[in-house]
């Protein structure tokens, strides 16, 4: 499965929000109506962490200000208001399908 | 606290072997898929292999299998990647992951690095 992210370069001012596209080949919605797809979050020089599991539900210690949404074949990760912490190279991944894979990442700087 | 370490990664020559280890603490290790992931330099990650809790289930990326084995100990909270006839391509950062799809549970360790060169 492919997964496609836009914009690969993403200038964001401080305070403003940002928000990255992410579109798989193919539908990622098991039997059951479940929808695996996750974003992660890689800052320079450590390992990745992951922000949001299934489309929308943020992981421990996820600040309110990453959130997730979409279905079908088109998913969006929102940055409401850009801190410097959130610096990094952001990631969408599917779950659904063996090898699970990552879409090509998009660098997040600051404006 | 969970803690994922790796080790034994390094300098080889094309076609070597190389095991890397990944010690799990702090967690019921025996509750979970184990997963490698690798970052080839300035490159985006890929999956690379996974095992089931009981190790009965084992799955791998096209570009490893029959050269990469993965394994793990429960009774030593370790798993492995066996990693033989390596090539240049295999050159990458190989983190170890713990891991579930659909709920509050996901943690890296800091990487090991492998480098494959003549």
């Known amino acids: 499965v492919v997964l496609t992210q836009s914009p690969l370069s993403l200038p964001v001012t401080l305070g403003q929000p940002a928000s990255i596209s992410c579109r798989p080949s193919?539908?990622?919605?098991?039997?059951?109506?479940?929808?695996?797809l996750s974003w992660f979050q890689q800052r320079p020089g450590q390992s990745p962490r992951r922000l949001i599991y299934?489309?929308?539900n943020r992981d421990s210690g996820v600040p309110d200000r990453f959130s997730g949404s979409g279905s079908g074949t088109n998913f969006t990760l929102k940055i409401s208001r850009m801190e410097a912490d959130d610096v990094a190279i952001y990631y969408c991944?599917?779950?659904?399908?063996?090898?699970?894979?990552f879409g090509q990442g998009t660098k997040v700087e600051i404006k | 606290e969970v803690q994922l370490v790796e080790s034994g990664g390094g300098l080889v020559q094309p076609g070597e072997s190389l095991r890397l280890s990944c010690a799990a603490s702090?967690?019921?290790?025996?509750?979970?898929?184990m997963f490698w992931v690798r970052q080839a330099p300035g490159k985006g990650l890929e999956w690379v292999a996974n095992?089931?809790?009981?190790?009965?289930?084992?799955n791998y990326v096209d570009s490893v299998k029959g050269r990469f084995t993965i394994s793990r100990d429960n009774a030593k909270n370790s798993f492995y990647l066996q990693m033989n006839s390596l090539r240049a391509e295999d050159t990458a950062i190989y983190y170890c992951?713990?891991?579930?799809?659909?709920?509050?549970?996901?943690?890296w360790g800091q990487g090991t690095q492998v480098t494959v060169s003549s």
């Open positions: 992951i713990t891991l579930s799809r659909a709920i509050k549970w996901c943690h």
């Open positions: 702090g967690f019921t290790f025996s509750s979970y898929w």
């Open positions: 095992i089931r809790q009981d190790g009965s289930e084992k």
């Open positions: 193919q539908s990622l919605v098991d039997s059951a109506g479940n929808t695996f």
């Open positions: 299934m489309v929308s």
């Open positions: 991944m599917q779950g659904k399908y063996w090898p699970w894979t």
